[in-house]
């Protein structure tokens, strides 16, 4: 858990963050603010990154960290995020895995489909790299092993 006073941040507890997006610039922002973040609290958050989402549900099902959360991009050329989390959801291994969709999109029936579809949350992209350090910040505070998930709260502001 990462606990943010007066710019200082204390480590927890571990936690490890698969990002899945097609966009290079979004990816290289989400690792640096990552990077940021790890060297402000003197620890490492794991990032494992999947390009298109490709060996993403494989990524996942692999995974031996039970503090772990998925920032997942709607708009992929291959594969959608909606039809990845489909998949997430289907598949009794990962169906509760937290799963963050993750977009430019402020639409309001996109939002409704990701929270019907199981999305965890919503979280709309920043483009203020400050903003993008307090949103990560945001869902490395939370435990994500013991995390009940909040209807009301699904979009995230």
């Known amino acids: 858990m990462l606990i943010a006073s007066n710019n200082s941040w204390d480590i927890m507890g571990h936690i490890k963050i698969?990002?899945?997006?097609?966009?290079?610039?979004?990816?290289?922002f989400f690792n640096e603010a990552v990077e940021q973040i790890s060297e402000a609290i003197h620890s490492p958050i794991s990032l494992d990154i999947f390009k298109d989402g490709e060996n993403l549900i494989e990524g996942i099902k692999n995974n031996e960290e039970h503090n772990s959360v998925l920032f997942l991009d709607i708009n992929m050329p291959l594969k959608s995020g909606f039809q990845f989390l489909e998949e997430i959801r289907n598949d009794p291994k990962l169906e509760d895995f937290p799963v963050v969709m993750y977009s430019t999109s402020s639409d309001h029936l996109i939002i409704e489909r990701c929270?019907?579809?199981g999305a965890s949350y919503y979280a709309i992209k920043p483009y203020d790299f400050n903003?993008?350090?307090?949103?990560?910040?945001?869902?490395?505070?939370?435990?994500w092993e013991n995390h009940i998930i909040d209807c009301k709260n699904f979009l995230y502001k």
């Open 131 to 143: 903003d993008l350090i307090k949103l990560i910040t945001s869902f490395a505070d939370i435990n």
């Open 18 to 28: 698969f990002y899945a997006d097609d966009d290079e610039d979004d990816l290289m």
């Open 115 to 117: 929270k019907k579809l």
